[in-house]
């Protein structure tokens, strides 16, 4: 059973920062690709940020330059650290696991962060 759990969500106010921290558990997790995604209320869930198992990363045009996904394998832990956030970044935040380079197989419960301006 894999499980995966986020932490660091909260409120802020426009310009400051977050850091988001998601810890698996049950699979391999340095083979798998991990996602950050998030949803605001009546809207979908987009991708964030994407780090592959070899380290490469993709982000939304929208938080390019302000956000950074990282990995440590060590700790099956994936990062997402948020810099100069905006409302617009308001939003669930879910982890998500990819282990065949499809959609995502495996998703977290979601972490709130709220951006006030």
């Given amino acids: 059973?894999?499980?995966l759990v986020e932490s660091?969500?909260?409120s802020v106010q426009?310009?400051?920062s977050l850091r988001l921290?998601?810890?698996e558990s049950g699979s391999s997790f340095s083979l798998n690709d991990?996602?950050?995604?998030?949803?605001a209320p009546g809207k979908q869930r987009t991708l964030v940020a994407r780090i592959t198992s070899s380290g490469n990363t993709d982000y939304a045009d929208s938080v390019k330059g302000r956000f950074t996904i990282s990995r440590a394998n060590t700790k099956n832990t994936v990062?997402?650290?948020m810099?100069?956030?905006e409302p617009e970044d308001s939003a669930v935040y879910y982890c998500a696991a990819d282990s065949d380079g499809g959609d995502p197989d495996y998703w977290g419960q979601g972490t709130q962060v709220t951006v006030s301006s």
């Fill in 8 to 10: 660091g969500g909260g």
């Fill in 1 to 3: 059973q894999v499980h």
């Fill in 21 to 23: 921290s998601c810890a």
């Fill in 34 to 39: 991990m996602g950050w995604y998030r949803q």
């Fill in 14 to 16: 426009a310009g400051g």
């Fill in 83 to 85: 810099n100069s956030l």
């Fill in 79 to 81: 990062y997402l650290q």
